[in-house]
């Protein structure tokens, strides 16, 4: 089990998504303004993996024009105190890098 979920954690953007969409459903366009730095392909490859694995949901919200929104789903939502912890520990121990999300 380590090992799936060290896999999962692991790539370089699942984190900072997952963390992102702990605030709340977003849209695919606001998610992309959100992750700094991140490619609208590499963007679309992580969340339909994220979603794969039932960490998130995809909800068509509108046809006319289209639009999808993004959520934790419960299973994702349980990644809280996992997320908040590596942060905790990321501030405590790594140097400062660029900032990958809008906030903070």
Avoid: C
């Avoid at 977003?26 to 679309?44: C, H, M, P, R």
């Amino acid at each position: 089990p380590m090992s799936a979920a060290s896999n999962l954690l692991g790539k370089k953007w699942h984190p900072v998504i997952l963390s992102i969409l702990l605030e709340g459903p977003l849209g695919f366009n606001e998610l992309k303004e959100e992750v700094k730095g991140i490619s609208s392909k590499v963007l679309s490859e992580s969340l339909g993996n994220l979603q794969d694995q039932g960490l998130i949901a995809r909800e068509v919200v509108s046809n006319q024009p289209f639009r999808v929104q993004y959520s934790l789903t419960e299973t994702g939502h349980e990644l809280k105190p996992v997320l908040e912890e590596l942060d905790i520990w990321a501030e405590k121990h790594l140097k400062p890098a660029k900032q990958n999300i809008n906030r903070g």
